[in-house]
């Protein structure tokens, strides 16, 4: 996929409202909250449960969903390399728009690459939160919540992350939520505390 602009005559106009207007406005400062792991890891679940904590609070949040971002935005991908390269390339512009205005925007995707994560965090700049979805591949199967892992398993799925298609953990995540051990609200508050502590909350 090709990286370079295409178009011509395009100029980048820069905002009139700072970083920090919004962050006074909001209460508090912006944020990518990158979750990665496995299918069924509990991504989602932890990212939905934490944005309803924030959004109780008054803070601006939201969630990037894997399945929902397919639905649409990135309806034409498919699960090839390319094609998840380019899902996650796409995922990572959104995300940097969300944090630019100010957001604490979640994203759920498994990101299995880490080439893909890196350059998004490269994007997003010093608020990218890389965070690990660690779960066993068996215990994500025995939840198996849409049933994809007896699909893949039978063959019916080709390039499954984690049965037939690799999973590259962060070699350095800023948190690592082990969610075979940790309960949806362990794993939230976790991750209220990290930001408590980045002073981004
Ligand atoms: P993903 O977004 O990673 O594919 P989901 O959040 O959709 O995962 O599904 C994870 C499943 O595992 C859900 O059915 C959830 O209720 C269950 N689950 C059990 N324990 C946990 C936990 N500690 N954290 C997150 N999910 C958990």
Redesign the pocket.
Known sequence: MAEQIKATNITWHHHTISKEDRKKRNGHGGAVLW?T?????????????LQEILFEHGCQAYVL??DNIRHGLNKDLGFSPEDREENIRRIGEVAALFLDAGFIVST?F?SPYRADRNKARTLCGERFIEIF?D?PVDV?AV????GLYQKAREGKIPEFTGISAPYESPANPELV????????E??VRKVVEYLQTRGIL
């Not at 792991?37 to 449960?49: P, R, T, Y």
């Not at 939520?177 to 949806?184: F, K």
């Open positions: 979750f792991g496995l299918s069924a890891s509990g991504k989602s679940s932890i990212a939905q449960a969903d894997g759920a498994i979805v779960c994500c939840r198996d919540p849409k939520l082990n969610t075979a051990e940790l309960s949806v362990d794993c």
